[in-house]
């Protein structure tokens, strides 16, 4: 005989035995207890959190009449009358259950409405299960309006959807809503654990939270999941098989990765990437849980107490946000979960997975390598805070928020033509871009050139550093630059070169205007050139 599925075979009878949406089974329990019942309910929430259940459980509610036969409507639905039987065996005919996504037009619905008309055959409700309801036409949802907010007394409809925004409110105003929650991991472990005792399967409990995070809030597809587990392992569930099945990451990658990513090890993640590769897991989900890592990582560092003792890897996130800092693992996280949409575009998923983490090994705060033009290279010389005048003082001038004083025009170089002849790329162009020269103290010893910026988070040290070394290469001596934060009184090169390509799109706007061509499309068809779309060459 054929084992029937978990997620069939454990499948909710009662209220008592539904997990996971107690603030609806208190609401519809109530109900039922008062004999204060509503027409139509609508329940709402995504795949396998217990809508179909729920309906179930209030048809055998409504239609009880308990083992002596004499039961009234109850909110503990004996399981053992007729009504109860033969609902929980699919072939009660006052139970209609009807899947919107196949019996979506007018013509389905009003066949339903009119057999509504008629009396149970033996039962006090016929219970309609509209699944899927928001796959209905508009016609069809028009059809029903009026039913659904009169129906005769002995109909009940129930409503469940996964996409709650495309009912129309017409249909929503007419019904009791009810939203069901995801089920948070945790509760899906507790209950994994009472179904495999039950079925007398062996397992690790680490194995279950990988199922748990794998369901994605639905407990039918843990229970499928399992399912499939359990035939895999061949034994006991174990998070290794459950991981290989998966082709789920192992926490201990995560670790190493982080670890690689502390080090500055960029050949260790390119290993670890390879080797992931060989063993055929998923760089998606790969990446899922290296973001949900790094999530618990900064959370830890804000908040200590958020790293519960029965978490396996406790001890490794205590670690790791101790060894990262809290820009880094910001950084981090966000490279992680925007670089997921990328994988389908790159060559495939493991190159798109090892540009990821040399990306984030790229960008770590501090992490850029100065590259040598040649000669020797000055520390960079950071900025000075600014005086703050005392609260019964007048606050006097502030050097690095007024305009760049003038430069004697003998010493001073061309600081626009420099920039854009010094051979630097990258962030280290956009700082040389976004500067205007304050002074230029040439001595015996070297030069001190002190630069202004508007934008003064492209300064990163390293970013200095690069453009002291471009500088002292280009004259020949050592050359110290300054950073200070202001507005440029002159225009960087930045802005020059923002205000000529203003230029040519103003220009290349009003040839598209008076081009003959368009202006008659624009007479004739009434055309119109969106605004902004047109670009220069």
């Known amino acids: 005989m054929t084992a029937l599925a978990l997620a069939r075979s454990w499948r909710p009878k009662t209220f008592s035995q539904l997990v996971g949406q107690d603030h609806v089974v208190k609401a519809l329990t109530h109900a039922l207890d008062q004999g204060r019942l509503h027409h139509a309910w609508l329940f709402t929430g995504t795949r396998g959190v217990g809508k179909t259940t729920i309906a179930r459980i209030m048809a055998k509610a409504l239609n009880c009449t308990g083992e002596d036969g004499q039961g009234r409507m109850t909110s503990e639905p004996c399981g053992k009358c007729p009504a109860c039987l033969e609902i929980d065996a699919g072939r009660f005919v006052d139970y209609i259950e009807m899947d919107a996504a196949s019996n979506r037009g007018v013509d389905d ?23 899927e309801v928001h796959m209905l036409t508009n016609h069809a949802f028009n059809a029903m309006l009026k039913t659904l907010e009169e129906p ?49 399967v062996d397992y690790e409990t680490n194995a279950l939270r990988v199922l748990a995070k794998a369901a994605q809030g639905s407990m039918r597809d843990a229970l499928s999941l399992t399912d499939q587990a359990i035939a895999y392992a061949a034994g006991k569930v174990s998070e290794e098989a459950v991981r290989g099945m998966l082709g789920t990451l192992d926490d201990a990658y995560l670790m190493r990765i982080l670890d690689a990513l502390i080090a500055k090890d960029g050949a260790t993640l390119l290993a670890i990437s390879n080797e992931m590769g060989e063993r055929s897991m998923s760089f998606s989900l790969a990446l899922a849980d290296l973001s949900s890592l790094i ?9 200590p107490q958020s790293v519960l003792e029965d978490w396996p890897e406790a001890s490794e996130i205590r670690r790791l946000a101790s060894a990262l800092t809290k820009e880094e693992a910001q950084l981090f996280y966000q490279i992680s979960i925007t670089s997921r949409p990328d994988l389908s ?18 960008f770590r705060p501090g992490n850029e390598t100065p590259g040598r033009v040649g000669g020797s290279s000055t520390p960079p010389v950071a900025s000075a805070p600014r005086p703050v005048a005392p609260a019964n003082q007048t606050a006097t001038p502030v ?16 600081w626009h033509a420099l920039m854009r002849q010094l051979p630097v790329k990258g962030l280290v162009q956009q700082l040389a871009f976004q500067t205007e020269l304050q002074d230029w103290e040439d001595s015996p010893a070297g030069v001190r050139a002190t630069v202004v910026t508007p934008m003064p988070q492209l300064a990163s040290e390293a970013s200095v550093v690069r453009l002291a070394d471009a500088l002292s290469t280009h004259f020949g001596k050592p050359i110290k630059v300054l950073i200070e934060k202001g507005e440029v009184e002159g225009k960087t090169v930045a802005k020059v070169d923002a205000q000529i390509h203003q230029e040519k799109r103003q220009n290349a706007e009003q040839m598209i205007a008076q081009d003959p061509f368009i202006q008659q499309l624009e007479k004739e068809f009434g055309a119109k050139v969106v605004g902004g779309s047109v670009k220069p060459l």
């Open 399 to 414: 050097k690095s928020s007024a305009p760049p004083a003038p430069v004697p025009a003998a010493n001073r170089p061309d």
């Open 109 to 131: 619905i009003a066949a339903l409405l009119e057999k509504a008309a008629y009396a149970p055959s033996n039962a006090r409700y016929k219970v309609y299960m509209i699944d």
């Open 152 to 200: 005769p007394e002995h109909v009940k409809f129930i409503l469940a959807t996964t996409d709650l925004q495309k009912i129309p409110v017409t249909i929503l105003s007419r019904c009791l809503q009810f939203n069901l929650k995801q089920m948070p991991v945790p509760l899906i472990v507790e209950h994994l654990e009472k179904v495999l005792a039950a079925e007398k």
């Open 345 to 362: 575009l790159a060559p495939d998923e493991q190159t798109g997975f090892a540009m990821t983490l040399l990306r984030m090994l790229a």
């Open 295 to 303: 999530q618990k990582i900064a959370a830890a560092q804000i908040v």
